[in-house]
DNA sequence: TTGACCATGGGCCTATCGACCTATTTGCCG
DNA sequence: CGGCAAATAGGTCGATAGGCCCATGGTCAA
């Protein structure tokens, strides 16, 4: 749930997010009235919250919704004083709007998770939760699969095209389709388009490079 | 061009706006500097530039770049005394950050198309550039067409679950589906299913009352 | 009224796809 | 070292999709 008065960043924001795999927006309020409204209807798992806004402030819907999900509280001036308030009124998180999107994706994770973040170890808690909780299918696709399904979701559909762009065989590209319906649980290669971008598996080859643990 | 210190914003607008089918984002600057020096590398067609940034102002790279593309100032507080100096600088538009994306869509591609939202005809300026401007194909679908590339968009794709799914006979859908590879150019459905996501002909229906001309 | 376009439906035929099975090589992990 | 998963490749076969042609009723504008 995001709640912020300034429509370009709600809207925007609520783009992005929804953009995320596993991460969805349930709804989006402009002032701390709507938001408290919101909140009790969907009952979302996480708030994000502008510290300023008008009429009911962020700070102020917060202190209302004391019993309501885990709040991060956004804003401008990211100073201590603002953050106390933040703090005091039950926030389990405090970001910058000048925080990158990746890095409040994880912030949602982890307040999703139950965590806090505003212990020093703020880092740590970001790190651990820096990649997105894929559905248990997308997971445990090979590189190559997604490497198939990224050049699926560029628009080269055909077993014959599909085979010259990533120099396989007929017999393998459609091999490894095989694999990615069940993996899937789809059957045919539009659902697996649909999917692919779904899942962010178009453009280039995510590649978290995982060389510890 | 989009230019913002606050990078939930500047990422948030950007993915936004790069999910509208006719606009593109060719670049994103956190301050003037940078701004500037993109504007230079990738001479986009508009920008988008809040007047508040570190370093380099807004205002001050706008003052820098006088020969650049035409340029949207945004910002927090639209008083009359940022407007002037927006306008000073030579700035077409000039937008509070409250402002709904699709009107802000409307006075990209006005700026776009060389108009000026400084003037007082500024509802009708953006009336006239509400609606995206879709690729020649893309124009050429018709209602039942979206509606089924909206479906085949959601995962449903055998032919059987697309007919059931419309009230339709097998024969209608694979009609329509031939009508669509005609007017896009392409040749199955995983195809159509991309290109109906990159539209953004999936989820409701866009259904603009056009009731007078 | 006539034509253009849309939505609907049909038939026919071939290319392609997806399901099922097997097999080899490589590299990693225990 | 042995096993396992990934990537590669092959085969067969029935189901499905796509290409091409045609038809009818409705709407809307010329």
């Known amino acids: 749930m995001l709640a912020d ?3 370009l960043l709600l809207e925007g924001l609520a783009q992005a997010i ?8 349930v709804g989006t309020a402009e002032d701390g009235d ?6 009790e209807l969907t009952q979302p798992d996480v708030m994000l919250v502008d510290v300023e806004m008008p009429n009911t402030s962020g700070i102020a819907a917060l202190g209302q919704l004391t019993d309501g999900p885990p709040a991060i509280m956004v804003t401008m001036h990211a ?9 005091a009124v039950g926030a389990v998180g405090f970001l910058s709007k000048s925080t990158p999107l990746p890095v409040l994706a994880a912030a949602i994770r982890a307040v999703a998770a139950g965590e806090s973040l505003m212990g020093d170890d703020l880092e740590q808690v970001l790190d651990s939760h820096r ?3 894929l559905t248990p299918g997308a997971a445990s696709l090979t590189p190559r699969e997604k490497e198939l399904l ?3 979701a560029s628009g080269i559909s055909s077993t014959d095209d ?4 990533l120099f396989i065989s007929q017999k393998t590209v459609k091999n490894h389709l095989a694999s990615i319906y069940e993996k899937l649980g789809i059957t045919d290669r539009a659902q697996a388009a649909v999917e692919a971008i779904r899942l ?9 490079d995982r060389s510890d643990s």
Do not use: F, W
Request: hydrophobic share 35%.
């Open 131 to 133: 990649e997105p909780v």
């Open 200 to 208: 962010g598996l178009h453009r280039p080859s995510p590649e978290p």
């Open 150 to 152: 990224a050049t699926l």
């Open 5 to 7: 008065d300034h429509r």
């Open 34 to 39: 709507e938001l408290i409204q919101l909140v």
């Open 79 to 87: 100073d201590a004083e603002h953050r106390a308030k933040a703090e």
């Open 162 to 165: 599909l085979a010259n762009e």
């Open 18 to 25: 929804s953009g995320i795999p596993d991460l969805e927006v």
